[in-house]
């Protein structure tokens, strides 16, 4: 029984839960960067800030290497680099935005502006990677919602913004 | 970190996508979301890294392959994660940065994550 509702709350996962999994310490407000290679470095930076992982290139060649497969660019102005790595022994999200936007190699050509960064372990209970991933796509699908993102003044704001409507 | 080690934790990196990948209902997940997954490309991927590495170690890798699921593992705390052994001290001295070490129990290649 009590598995069973384990299970069911894995299935209900929503954006608060998602948001559990990042920090304002993983939070750049605006990036610097002014290319794909230096925003996978900066948000990895981020990643490793507080961390027990201490080896950014791990990171970096696992993202690279994932990017290769395809451009995680796929939402308008939005991107998800993401992948499992050894090195990771939760699953950690990061978050960042740039005004200006940046070529990722969008889909629409486009540049992109919000980045979700999900670094995940081999093997994660409840498949959060993936669950945590379908929800920040589907959120990010929302055009309005977006605008109001990027517009965030800070943290708390930015997580405001996106928990709004859920009740 | 050593190059032959980090190709030989981007290959097991490669291995996980490639586990994702071979997954029927993670890879549709991904694929709705419009992140794809081609099998072939991520073992193609993992044929060009094996290349680049140094016989000795490509052969060692590949034996450890057949006897666990995976072959390299980091050290978290001070053990070996993959059969929480102790690892010696020494995997950590500046005099062994650029050796790939392996864990004296299990004998899994072991990193720094």
């Not at chain 1, 395809?70 to 992948?83: Q, Y």
């Not at chain 1, 379908?134 to 517009?151: I, N």
Request: charged letters at 20%; proline letters at 5%; glycine letters at 8%.
């Amino acid at each position: 029984m009590q598995g069973n509702i384990a299970q069911n709350k894995a299935v209900a996962m929503d954006i608060k839960d998602v948001l559990q999994l990042t920090s304002e310490a993983r939070f750049i407000a605006g990036l610097q960067a002014k290319d794909k290679e230096g925003v996978l470095a900066e948000m990895a930076d981020a990643l490793l800030a507080g961390s027990p992982i201490t080896n950014k290139e791990t990171i970096l060649e696992m993202l690279k290497s994932r990017e290769a497969q395809g451009s995680t660019a796929v939402g308008p102005g939005v991107a998800f680099p993401h992948g499992r790595t050894l090195a990771a022994q939760n699953l950690i999200i990061v978050v960042a935005r740039s005004q200006a936007g940046v070529d990722f190699d969008s889909m629409d050509g486009g540049p992109t502006h919000l980045f979700f960064m999900l670094i995940a372990p081999p093997q994660d209970t409840g498949n959060q990677y993936i669950r945590s991933l379908a929800v920040l796509t589907e959120k990010m699908q929302d055009p309005a919602l977006r605008g109001a993102a990027l517009q965030a003044p800070d943290y708390a704001a930015f997580c405001q913004v996106l928990t709004e409507g859920q009740g | 970190m050593n190059r032959q080690l980090a190709l030989l934790v981007s290959i097991q990196n490669l291995e996980l996508q490639l586990r994702d990948a071979q997954d029927e209902v993670k890879a549709k997940a991904l694929e709705a979301m419009g992140f794809p997954m081609s099998v072939e490309k991520i073992q193609r991927d993992i044929a060009g890294l094996l290349e680049q590495i140094e016989p000795r170690h490509r052969s060692y890798y590949l034996r450890l392959k057949t006897r666990f699921e995976n072959p390299v593992v980091p050290v978290w705390d001070g053990h070996c994660t993959g059969c929480f052994a102790n690892v010696p001290t020494a995997f950590t001295s500046v005099t062994n940065v650029n050796r790939v070490m392996s864990c004296e129990s299990c004998g899994r290649i072991l990193f720094q994550p």
